[in-house]
Every structure is written in C-alpha cells, then in structure tokens.
C-alpha cells in the first residue's frame, strides 16, 4: 500500500479507470478548487491523494498500484456559500459520479450534511467529517465475457411485450430460487425466474430503478425503506442491495443480462435521471452537491440558495448544462453498450426535456439522444409527466421515443367500470393515433398499460373503490384517490361468490383488452395472477410481503395466469392486434379495403347517433388483416379479426357482420368462459350471446 505514486494522469475519461497497473481519476467541477481522492481498507481511510491536474473543468491524476476492489471517495474544496449556489466542504466524503461500484450503505448521521443538522440552519457548515457514515466507490475490473449470451436477439416493437416488475419482489418468495439468491440479480437469473417470463410469452423485463440508490431517513424512522428505488445517487453503480455477491455486484448483474438474453428476454431499466437523492438545500452532501452544486442541479435564478423542485423530491437535475447532460448520456451508453441494456423507461421524461423555460421537443438532451448512434438502438420509453409547469407531455415526444399513455389506462378502466363509452375507447384500442400519429411515428410510440407499479394491482382495481395506505405511516394521505376502479360490490376481501366471479372476469376483461389493442402492451408483474397490495395504491415504501409476490397461486391464481398466457399468445399468432401503420378506418381505394370497421350489436356499422349515445355499452370492431402493411399497395397476409366488447351488465345479442375475409367467424377467446377451447364456429348473421361486462375474440380466418 506505500508504494502507491501519483502522476498527472488524463483528463478522461470521467470517473476511475483501470490501466491494468493502476487507476486514472478524473472528476468534473467548474467552480472547485482542490480535489482529493481517498482510498480506503474497508471503513478506513489509508491514503488521500490531490489530484495534481486541471484540464478543461477536470481534476485528474492517475495512481500506480491501485487496483480494482479498491474503495474510494472525493473530498472536494471550493467556496462554501449557498446564497451563491456553492456547498463545497472537503470534510465530508464525495461519492464519484461516475462510479460503476458502491460497497456500503449510508448511515444517517449528521455528519452527512454540509450544515450543521441540528441547527437547520444551511448557512452554517459542518466540520465533522462524513467518511464513517458514507457508502464508498469501488475501483472495478470491467472484462466480461458475455459467452451466455450467444442467444440474444433484437425484439421488433410490433413484437414488444413488456413486463413492468421489481428484482427484489419479484423473487424473494419464489420457491424455486435458492434462499440465497431469492431478492437479488443472481436470482432473477435462475432458471426458475426465467421459465416463469418465458412461459408466460411477455419478451422485455422492463426492471423498476437497479442504479444504486439511498433510502430516505424519515422512511427509515417509521422503520419503512425506500422499496421502489427512485432515489438514485449513482447512475453507473447497480445497487449493490440487489446482490447476493456484494463485492462483485457489477459481475452479477452482467451475469443476469446475459442469462435473460440466453433466454431471448430484453431487457430494459427505470432510470431516473431527473433528480438524486440529495434533497434541497436541507439535504445531505454526497455527492453533486459537494462536487459541483451549482452546476449539477437547477437553482432558482435569484435565490441560488434553493432549488427547482419540478419533480416534488427537493431536487432537479440541470439539464441544461453540457456537462451534466454528458453525464447522463454516458450512463445511459454505459449501461447500453458496457452492460448491454436493450432499453430505457426515463422517469418523469418531461423534466429531462425542460429548459429554463418549459419542455421542449428539440432540448438539448433529445438533441443528443437523437443523434447518439448506440441509443439508436435500443428502446426509448419516456413517462411524459411531471408537477413542473407543462408537465403533462403525452405525445410529445419526438419520433424514436416510445411513452407511456396514461390515457389509455384511464379510459380502458373507466369503460370497464361503465363510466366511459365506445366513442372514448376506440382511439385508444387503435394506438390512440389521436395522440400519436405525426411525423412518421407508429402505434408502438403508445405504451398501453392498464396498471403499473404505482396505483392499485389489476386485482385491487377489481376490489377496492379506496385506496388503502395506511401501512405507509401517512395516514392514508399519500398515493392518489382518482384509481378510476370499482370493487365490483364489496371493499376487499369477500367470500359472496356473485362478486368473486364478477371480479375475475373484469380482470380478463381488462388484460384481453390490453393485449388486443394496437400499440405497446405493458403488464404489470403479477397480475397475470392477480396479485394484491391489499388496497394500497403507493407501495413504495413496502419492502415486504405487501409488495414482494406471493408464488403459491390459488386456483383462481393458476386460471388467470393460464388466461393471461393464452392472451399473449393470441396477440403474438394474429398480427393485425399489432400492426405498427396506424389503422385508420378509412377505405383504401387502391386496395378496395377498410382496415377497421366499427359494429353495432346489429351486425351494422356504427352510426354518428350510435356514438353519442349514452346508453350503448356494446360494440364490435373488425380489422382487416388483409390491410396494407406498409404504404406499398399490398395486401396483407394476417387473419382478420373481430373484437366485441360489453361493459353493460346484462347478456347482449351481438349479430356477426358477414365478411370477405373468411367463411365464418371463429371463437378465439371469451372472457365468460375462458376455459372454452377455441374454434367454436359461427355463421355470418348469426347472433353471439355476449355476457354481460366480458369480451369476445373472433377470427374469420384460421384458428391457431
């Protein structure tokens, strides 16, 4: 450990770099002074070193001797004043933007804050030194062979079916995963984890936030922790409490890429770009605060001592500086080229796109997303919201990005509950190409999801008209009270057979609906087996068994989740449910086709008078697999369909419209009856009993 040497080392890239004889240090800073790197033998600080060059707003020097497994940390120098936007304090120790490892958690002692805690006042600075309380960066060996992953292939968005699920959760009570391994990435690796994705047919895990992150104190005094992750200090780092195997916790998450895409899986990250874990100006220094306040975060232009607060967690990431944009475009190449990540969900999108002034489709940061050749790519998926003014940006992402369509959600609950009506459903059974078809963009550019990990489960959709929070210690007034869900006549848990089977089928309702509609479909974890939260709808501080899955399925457990496979499949066998050219329902006069047609119970299509009618609560539509593709004048090859949906209450008579496309309509699929097999024939003219509040699939071609 003496015989470490320092010279001037290089000025990039960012972050520490192992040579193969020592580790380059490189950290950006516009307003600091002195820089000094720390390593240290687990909890103890060995050696400090100034890095000797400046270069271009980057401190930097290179180390003999130091090798991967080392811990370290910043101690950065500079101006402590927070009127002006600076909180440099060398006493506290720095975690390295750019690490690609944290060993350690945070202990929340106020020797992590700039201030001095107790007096709450920020003007004061704090001289106690935060080294024992903080996590510590570790120096890594970034060779992999990724030899598992010779059976990686790229999934076409028209193919895409996302599955929204959290690592732990979603193995911490899994049977067939080693005790050992259940709760990390080595476990969401194993074959057991695996053969349930893949035999459910979804192609893409999209993984709730794996970048390490820090559990808010006040979760941590209610004895609550920071489940969901959106508390991100280290946008390199997987977290190393997802591992089974701390020390290489960069190794294990590779080697569960790898596995997944030896499986065929994608894979795509939550990433949260838009704010860090550090607060407002009465938060802790760990990081961007102590290296560079000023220009790392948004600050209010003529009170620099606070903060932007356009994401409601005390903090916004700048956006608009050069500098901190490279930072998050090397993270995301990092994870897409070096951890080979298939994709992006960008929590509150709308603030990585806000300048000064408001959200903008051409910000500097989708400038550089939309030129970058590697996020070319792979997935794009903003959620396009956030509390900031003009937060709401659903379909105002440019073409290549993908978002997610709260509209959607909300319209296919509301219909199945009977408070929406045909008019309102069918732009978004279509793709909602009232929001999305400009500029050349596809059905794909909607993420269609009828649930997510924030609000109610499928199955508390169907049982709870509240929401029930009250295990989060805010006296049930946090999570939203607008869950557009019905609990079908009684709240919770009941044993009334009438209400139990009524919930079931609005649960194949919704998810037949979902899987049958044009766009990108996303399920959440679980609810392909009706997974509850007992009624809460904001779990993200529920480390236990509120939100990790329950494996031991009842047997109306086993029955949805044979459904939800059976959906999946049927999307997956007939294209037309997953055409990325908008249908339109206007006639292609080349073609003498109309890819969609709207259809009364009458058999008839659909009039003005029918659409505004309140009381009509059935409807079919027809698309025509014989529809163009692309704009070549070709005819298509898929089979035609017909959907037929009834949110009344009561048996409807649904005449079948005749049609060119085949002999007769074929059952696929009703949601009444999920068990019956399909190929039940059907006669044009003929009248299909459609149950009340279910949904019917018919084919006029071949049944598969």
């Not at 596809?442 to 649930?451: D, E, G, M, P, Q």
């Not at 499928?458 to 049982?463: G, I, K, R, T, Y």
């Not at 006549?489 to 139990?500: F, K, L, Q, S």
Request: a negative charge.
């Amino acid at each position: 450990m003496s015989d470490f040497v320092i010279e001037e080392g290089l000025p990039y890239p960012l972050g520490a770099h192992w040579s193969g004889h020592g580790t380059n240090f490189a950290v950006f800073s516009a307003n600091a002074t002195k820089v000094e790197v720390c390593l240290f033998d687990g909890e103890r600080e060995t050696h400090r070193f100034e890095l000797p060059e400046y270069t271009d707003q980057v401190f930097h020097g290179f180390i003999n001797g130091v090798q991967p497994a080392t811990f370290y940390g910043y101690r950065v120098y500079g101006p402590y004043q927070p009127d002006g936007g600076h909180r440099f304090n060398p006493n506290k120790l720095l975690l390295d933007p750019y690490a690609c490892a944290h060993a350690g958690s945070l202990s929340w002692n106020p020797a992590v804050f700039g201030y001095k805690m107790e007096t709450g006042d920020d003007l004061t600075f704090d001289e106690r030194d935060s080294a024992p309380f903080m996590p510590k960066c570790v120096v890594v060996d970034p060779n992999f062979d990724w030899v598992q992953e010779a059976q990686r292939q790229d999934v076409h968005w028209d193919e895409t079916v996302v599955y929204e699920t959290h690592v732990k959760g979603f193995t911490r009570q899994h049977p067939g995963i080693p005790e050992n391994l259940r709760g990390t990435y080595a476990g969401f690796g194993t074959n057991a984890a695996i053969d349930h994705l893949k035999a459910l047919g979804i192609t893409s895990v999209e993984l709730l936030p794996v970048h390490s992150f820090i559990n808010d104190s006040n979760l941590l005094e209610k004895h609550l922790t920071n489940y969901w992750g959106y508390n991100t200090i280290g946008f390199f780092a997987p977290d190393p409490r997802y591992a089974a195997d701390v020390p290489n916790s960069l190794r294990e998450f590779k080697e569960m890429v790898s596995r997944l895409h030896g499986a065929g899986l994608e894979v795509i990250l939550d990433v949260v770009y838009n704010h860090t874990a550090e607060g407002n100006e009465r938060g802790p220094t760990l990081s961007f605060k102590g290296i560079d306040n000023a220009s790392y975060y948004r600050l209010l232009p003529d009170k620099r001592r606070y903060y932007v607060n356009d994401t409601g967690t005390g903090n916004t990431v700048n956006l608009s500086h050069p500098r901190v944009i490279q930072l998050v475009m090397d993270s995301l190449r990092y994870w897409a080229g070096h951890m080979h990540v298939d994709g992006f969900r960008f929590d509150l999108g709308t603030i990585l796109a806000r300048e000064v002034y408001g959200f903008d489709e051409q910000s500097g940061f989708l400038k550089a997303m939309n030129q970058d050749p590697l996020l070319a790519t792979v997935k794009l998926i903003a959620e396009p919201w956030d509390c900031g003014p003009g937060g709401y940006q659903v379909g105002g992402f440019p073409p290549g990005w993908a978002e997610w369509n709260d509209k959607y959600r909300n319209t296919v609950r509301d219909f199945w509950r009977g408070e929406a009506g045909p008019g309102a459903l069918a732009p978004r059974l279509l793709g909602s190409h009232d929001v999305f078809n400009r500029e050349g963009r596809r059905t794909w550019a909607s993420v269609n999801f009828i649930t997510a990990h924030d609000g109610f489960t499928l199955n508390d959709w169907a049982s709870y008209n509240n929401k029930h929070n009250e295990a989060n210690g805010e006296h049930n007034n946090d999570g939203s009270s607008d869950n557009h869900s019905w609990n079908c006549g009684a709240e919770g848990p009941t044993d009334n057979p009438e209400i139990r089977t009524l919930r079931e089928r609005q649960k194949r309702n919704m998810l037949a609906t979902l899987l049958a509609s044009q766009g990108t479909p996303m399920l959440l974890g679980g609810d392909e087996f009706g997974r509850t939260q007992r009624g809460n709808n904001n779990a993200y501080c529920q480390d236990n068994d509120i939100s990790w899955f329950d494996w031991n399925f009842s047997d109306d457990a086993n029955k949805l989740l044979a459904f939800t496979k059976r959906m999946i499949k049927l999307r997956r066998d007939y294209p037309i449910l997953r055409r990325s050219r908008f249908l339109s329902g206007d006639r292609d006069s080349q073609l003498e086709i109309r890819d969609v047609a709207w259809i009364n119970s009458s058999g008839v299509e659909m009039t003005q008078a029918d659409w505004t009618t309140g009381w009509i609560k059935c409807f079919g539509v027809v698309l025509d697999g014989r529809a163009r593709k692309t704009a070549i004048a070709r005819k298509g090859e898929d089979d035609t369909v017909l959907v037929i949906l009834n949110s009344y209450e009561g048996e409807v008579d649904f005449k079948l419209p005749p049609t060119s496309a085949g002999p007769q309509w074929s059952l696929l699929v009703d949601t009444n009856a999920p068990e019956q097999p399909a190929g039940g024939p059907f006669g044009f003219d003929s009248i299909c009993k459609v149950a009340g509040r279910s949904f019917v699939l018919l084919t006029a071609g071949e049944v598969k």
